[in-house]
T-cell receptor
Framework: DGGITQSPKYLFRKEGQNVTLSCEQN?????MYWYRQDPGQGLRLIYY???????QKGDIAEGYSVSREKKESFPLTVTSAQKNPTAFYLC??????????????FGQGTRLTVV | DQQVKQNSPSLSVQEGRISILNCDYT??????FLWYKKYPAEGPTFLIS?????DKNEDGRFTVFLNKSAKHLSLHIVPSQPGDSAVYFC???????????????FGQGTILTVHP
């Protein structure tokens, strides 16, 4: 089945620790995105990548880092510099390239809780 | 700088009636618009989209209208069903180059409740 997979579904982290959220897609999409959702809030863009080995900061990139070494993978690291990391994190992918007007497909999300 | 805004946090309608969800944007570079539906603790699912070269797109019970001069789009659901109760997000993207190229920006969402 083609799709986008986020793991783990639930993640607990101690304060001061870095943690990496996984996002894998087998849709052969060029573009990938990371969003954060807080209770009662919309989806805020953290980082996005249009192509392998390239990525751009979104609206709330501080305290986060990403890599895009492979087309199918876009891991997000939440660093200890992120002041309020507890949130629901969503990864998405989109065809991109010449297929510019397409929808983005989302994973099921990772709930990160700092304890 | 909220470039995509959904100013109504919630909407309540009766089953069978029309639901109208609104969205405003400020970035004139946006040229493709999408609506998503989301349940708690799940990823959003795509509903319908519209390109800036059109002013209307229809798919079954869902119709999206785009008014470029007003930088406004709306989603109409007719007839509304209890199963439509969810959070609805509008989103916009730009492909005309510049710093926003490929960026997909979402609004804050509107909670739709359809009462039986």
């Amino acid at each position: 089945d083609g799709g986008i997979t986020q793991s783990p579904k639930y993640l607990f982290r101690k304060e001061g620790q870095n943690v990496t959220l996984s996002c894998e897609q087998n849709l052969n999409h060029d573009a990938m995105y990371w969003y954060r959702q807080d209770p009662g809030q919309g989806l805020r863009l953290i980082y996005y990548s249009q192509i392998v080995n390239d990525f751009q900061k979104g609206d709330i990139a501080e305290g986060y880092s990403v890599s895009r070494e492979k087309k199918e993978s876009f891991p997000l690291t939440v660093t200890s510099a992120q002041k309020n990391p507890t949130a629901f994190y969503l990864c998405a992918s989109r065809a991109g390239g010449e297929d510019k007007n397409t929808e983005a497909f989302f994973g099921q999300g990772t709930r990160l809780t700092v304890v | 700088d909220q470039q995509v805004k959904q100013n109504s946090p919630s909407l309540s309608v009766q089953e069978g009636r029309i639901s109208i969800l609104n969205c405003d944007y400020t970035n004139s570079m946006f040229d493709y618009f999408l609506w998503y539906k989301k349940y708690p603790a799940e990823g959003p699912t795509f509903l319908i989209s519209i390109s800036s070269i059109k002013d209307k797109n229809e798919d079954g019970r869902f119709t999206v209208f785009l008014n470029k001069s007003a930088k406004h789009l709306s989603l109409h659901i007719v007839p509304s069903q209890p199963g439509d109760s969810a959070v609805y997000f509008c989103a916009a993207s730009a492909h005309a180059g510049g710093t926003s190229y490929g960026k997909l920006t979402f609004g804050q969402g509107t909670i739709l409740t359809v009462h039986p």
